[in-house]
């Protein structure tokens, strides 16, 4: 199996509602971790609150900022800060990068 190496944002308008949700809770995640130094994804939950994984106002803006550059698109602060889970968030990206509904 080749890797796809189309930019995420592509990739995102390319899948069903329900792959984009999942990969975009794997870019939350994954965004998340490095930030709060995690070297597994492990240490985090779909359902886990960000600030139950130590996320702060200093390390949610770093986040955010990850976010937006992997997405290539800024994502909105109200609109993140309104998630308070990643799964949450994933959602809240999903809203933002519309793809092909399925």
Known sequence: MTADTRPLKARLAALPAAERERLLLDVVMECTAAVLGHDDLRDLEPDMEFAEAGVDSI???????RLSARLGAPVPRDRL????????????????FPGHRG
């Open 81 to 96: 800060n309104a998630a308070p889970t990643f799964a949450e968030a994933a959602r809240v990206l999903q809203d933002l």
């Open 59 to 65: 390390t949610a803006v770093e986040i955010r900022s």
